[in-house]
C-alpha cells in the first residue's frame, strides 16, 4: 500500500463557472484557473500521482499547454487513474477535504462521490468528501478562494 497527499488552492473570479469534484455548484463566482478549476479534483489527481512516486498534476497536465486549456478535470482524474493502473497500481481510497467560507458544500457532496467515483472507476464508499470553512481567517476566510486537501491510499494489482 502507499499513501499520497495533495493540495490545490484558486481564486474566485466572477468571469468563470464553479466546478468542484466534478459538477457544477450554483454559486455567483467560479474559480481562476488553466482548466476548469476544480480544486478537489486537482488535489485528488496530486494525491494519486504523489502516492505512485509519479511528481504532480503539473507535469503530467501542464498550464502552460494550450492542450489543457479549459478542460474538464474530470478528462484529467480519467487520465491519472489510466497512469496508476498502468503503473500497477489500484485505488484503495480517497479522503478529501473542502475549505470554503462559501458556498456552503454539504449540499453537494452526495453527487460529487458519485461523479468522482463513477470518473475514478471505483465504489463510492472508496470516495469520501468532507467540507469546513477556515473560520473566517485567511484568503479561504476572507471569501478569496478555496483551498482543498487529499489522501489517496493505493494498492498493488
Request: charged share 25%.
Amino acid at each position: 500500500m502507499r499513501i499520497g497527499f495533495g493540495y490545490d488552492v484558486h481564486a474566485f473570479s466572477e468571469e468563470r463557472e464553479l466546478w468542484l469534484g466534478g459538477i457544477k455548484i450554483d454559486y455567483r463566482l467560479g474559480l481562476l484557473g488553466h482548466s476548469d478549476a476544480d480544486v478537489l479534483i486537482h488535489a485528488i489527481c496530486d494525491a494519486l500521482l504523489g502516492a505512485a512516486g509519479m511528481r504532480d498534476i503539473g507535469y503530467h497536465f501542464p498550464d502552460n499547454s494550450g492542450k489543457f486549456k479549459n478542460i474538464d478535470s474530470k478528462i484529467l482524474l480519467r487520465d491519472t487513474m489510466k497512469l496508476i493502473r498502468d503503473a500497477g497500481y489500484e485505488l484503495g481510497n480517497i479522503d478529501a477535504t473542502i475549505v470554503a467560507e462559501q458556498p456552503k458544500i454539504n449540499p453537494y457532496i452526495p453527487e460529487m462521490k458519485r461523479v468522482l467515483a463513477g470518473t475514478m472507476g471505483a465504489p463510492e464508499n472508496a470516495v469520501s468528501i468532507k467540507a469546513t470553512t477556515s473560520e473566517k481567517m485567511g484568503f479561504v476566510g476572507r471569501k478569496e478562494g478555496i483551498a482543498t486537501y487529499a489522501v489517496a491510499l493505493i494498492e498493488e494489482k
